[in-house]
């Protein structure tokens, strides 16, 4: 049985910083794409960001980018999510993905149905 479970989310202050973890379990991910996606109240759940293997390029949300940074470590079988000068509007609950299939395209890995497997969630507040 899959399982994916986050942590590190919290209170931060804007301009802060904040590293996720999600440490996958049951199988192995690292030629299989993971990501993060982010659901703020009253919003449908959008992409953060993602790379469809381990060390391959990492794609981000025009929101994000430049400030969130996606990293695997797999022996630990975990990916991470290093948020830098967050900012209010980042508030949300966050959560881990990953995909049982590979795709030739980054496109793909934008779309909440390319994942397989999701976490539980962590939330994360940033104060203005």
């Known amino acids: 049985q899959v399982q994916l479970v986050e942590s590190g989310g919290g209170l931060v202050q804007a301009g802060g910083s904040l590293r996720l973890s999600c440490a996958a379990s049951?199988?192995?991910?690292?030629?299989?794409?993971m990501g993060w996606f982010r659901q703020a109240p009253g919003k449908e759940r959008e992409f953060v960001g993602a790379n469809r293997w381990s060390g391959g390029r990492s794609v981000y949300a025009d929101s994000v980018k430049g400030r969130f940074t996606i990293s695997r470590d797999n022996a630990k079988n975990t990916v991470y999510l290093q948020m830098n000068s967050l900012k209010p509007e980042d508030t949300a609950v966050y959560y881990c993905?990953?995909?049982?299939?590979?795709?030739?395209?980054?496109?793909?890995?934008?779309?909440?149905?390319?994942?397989?497997?999701w976490g539980q969630g962590t939330q994360v507040t940033v104060s203005s």
């Open positions: 049951g199988r192995t991910f690292s030629s299989y794409p």
């Open positions: 993905a990953a995909g049982a299939r590979t795709y030739d395209s980054d496109t793909y890995i934008r779309r909440r149905q390319s994942y397989d497997y």
